[in-house]
């Protein structure tokens, strides 16, 4: 299957800084990647559709400018947490869907704010 | 709107045995995917098994096997020969079908089910 990576897979910071993640599709071009959120033991909670050349669209409730979503080019998507608190601190997956929409997860980000 | 609905929120089941995880969904469309997904303690998900919703045939991946009932909205997930690496959260997952959209490509997910295996 069609591999995703995410970096960092862990990031501990302090309150009030800014931290970003980087999603990339390893083999394939994903004009469409999604970013969601993960509580422990809890279902994945879709935040936001990552759009190649255009504004990602937020689900009802998430933030925009708290969670800021770049789609630069077709293989990479990046999540950037600003002014994080503790509250802000989870487990945040992205995906992509291949060509055979079969939608592909990366490793997911363990974020600690302090 | 779809909902995904996984009725059991833990499962255990005897190294080498056969468990069945049960998944529910409702949906308007008729153009649909649904996926098994796992999620193991390194919190990797995993595709297990995809059905397109207009094959009849029931979807196969080795030891995993689906028994989809359209009309029932039922898609259950059935894990033979059952070893301790299969212990897991397991995710039933919906998405719609055709393109464009606003919801084109999001996956709606059920609530999960933790298997155990027991050796």
């Known amino acids: 299957g069609a591999v995703v990576s995410q970096h960092p897979s862990w990031v501990i910071c302090k309150s009030g800084t800014s931290v970003k993640i980087e999603c990339r599709s390893l083999?394939?071009?994903?004009?469409?990647m999604f970013w969601y959120r993960q509580f422990p033991k809890q279902s994945l909670m879709l935040m936001a559709t990552?759009?190649?050349?255009?504004?990602?669209?937020?689900e009802q409730g998430v933030e925009k400018d708290k969670f800021l979503i770049n789609h630069a080019s077709l293989t990479l998507s990046t999540l950037t947490v600003t002014s994080a608190h503790p509250e802000d601190s989870s487990f945040y997956i992205c995906s992509a869907n291949d060509l055979y929409e079969t939608q592909y997860f990366g490793p997911g980000t363990r974020l600690l704010v302090l | 709107a779809q909902t995904v609905t996984q009725s059991q929120p833990e499962m255990s089941v005897q190294e080498a045995e056969t468990v069945t995880l049960s998944c529910t969904y409702d949906t308007s469309e008729s153009d649909y995917y649904l996926f098994w997904y796992k999620q193991p303690p390194s919190r990797q998900m995993i595709l297990v098994i995809r059905q397109e919703a207009y094959k009849q045939q029931n979807a196969t991946e080795n030891r995993f096997s689906v028994n989809f009932q359209k009309a029932a909205k039922s898609f259950s997930l059935k894990i033979s020969d059952s070893q301790l690496g299969d212990a897991a959260m397991y995710f039933c997952a919906y998405r719609r079908g055709g393109a464009g959209g606003t919801s084109y490509g999001k996956l709606t997910f059920g609530q999960g089910t933790i298997l155990t295996v027991h050796p």
């Open positions: 083999d394939f071009q994903a004009t469409t």
């Open positions: 990552s759009n190649e050349g255009s504004k990602a669209t937020y």
